[in-house]
C-alpha cells in the first residue's frame, strides 16, 4: 500500500529517545508489576481525563468487564448497549452474566440514539453502556437524565475516544465509571495490549483494584473471586511518553479529518461524518458512508490506499450470539451502516499531502460512477 490505512511504527520513530529512555528505566528497576510506573500512569491518566481515579488493567475488555462486576451486575441483569459498535462492548456484558440489550444508534452519528433507550429499560435494566464511537461523545445528557431518572449507572466505552470532549468535558468522567484499551491502534496505544477504568467513585476504584488483582488488597487475602488483568510496568512507562503527545497527536488527526471534511464534501451520495456543535471528536477513524461501498473499497485497493470495515457484522448477527437468539432480531439501521460505511485512512502520522491525495482517488471513482 502507498498510503497504508495506518502507520503502527511511525510513534515509535517520533519518541524513539523517550521510549529508549523508559524501557530501560523499567529493565533497570528489576520490578514489573504493580510499581510506581502503574501508580504515576493512573495519577496522569486520571488527570488527563478530568476524573478523580484511575486503574490500570489488562485491556479494554477487562475494563468494561471488571466494571460490571464491580457494580455487581450479573445474571438476570440487562445492561443497555448500542446496537452499532465492537463486540467487546457486548462481552463485556455477557462476561458477567448479564444479558446486553441493544439499542439503535443515530444514524448520522454512529452513537446510541437516546431517543430510543427509554423503550429498551425494563425493571431488570442496571446500567447504560454507551459507546463513543470512532472518537466522538454520545450525547451524553440527555442519557445521563434518563439515568438518573431510572437509578441506572452510565458507563463509558472510551476506547476509541482518549481526550474527545462533550460540553468541553473529557470522555472518561461523563457517566459514573469508563473503561479505555491502549490496543496499540487506539489513539493512546501501548506496543501490547493495555487497558484502564476512569471514575470519580473511590468505592468503585478500589473494587477494581481488588478485583485486577486476585480479588486480594493484601498478599494472600482473597477477599472476592478476582481476575489477574494488570497494566503492567513496561507498557505503563511508554504510555507515560505518549500520554504527553496526546493532545498534539489529536491535533493532527482533527487537522487530517478537516482536510478530508473540506475536499470530499458535495460529492453526491457520499455521507461525511456529522459533528454535533457539543462535540469534539478525536478522529480515531474516519468514516465515510457510500451505498456501492464495495466497490468504492476495491477501488481504494486498487490505487494502494489503504481502508478497512469497522464493523461488517454487527454483535446481534455474530455467530458468538447466535444462541441466544440475537441472530433473529432486526436492527435495520444497525445492519445498514455496516453494508454502508469505510474507513479511510487517518492517523497523526499521516505524511503531508496523503489525505489530499486519499480525497482525490475517491473524487476520480466518484466522478466515474
Ligand atoms: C478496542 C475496543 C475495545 C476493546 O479493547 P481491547 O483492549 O482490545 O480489549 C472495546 N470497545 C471498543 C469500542 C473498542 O474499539
Redesign the pocket.
Known sequence: MTIPFLNLKSPYIELKEELDAAYQRVMESGWYILGNEVEAFESEFAAYCEAKHCVGVG??????HLIVRAYEIGPGDEVIVPAN??I??WL?VTHAGATPVPVEPDERTFNIDPVRIEQAITPRTKAIMV?H?YGQTADMDPINALAWKHGLKVIE?C??AHGARYKFRRAGSLGDAA?F???PG?NLGAVG???AVTTNDPDLAERIRVLRNYGSQMKYHNKVVGYNSRLDELQAALLRVKLTRLDEWNGRRRTNASVYLDSLQGIQDLILPVIPEWAEPVW?LFVVRYHLRDDLQKHLTSAEVGSLIHYPIPPHLSKAYMNDGFNNLKFPITEHLAHTVLSLPMGPHMENGQVDQVSSVLTSFMSAE
Open positions: 485491556n479494554g475488555l477487562e475494563a468494561l459498535t465492537y467487546a462492548t463485556a459507546v464511537l466505552d476506547a476509541q473503561g484499551s491502549f490496543y487506539k495490549d493495555g487497558g480515531h
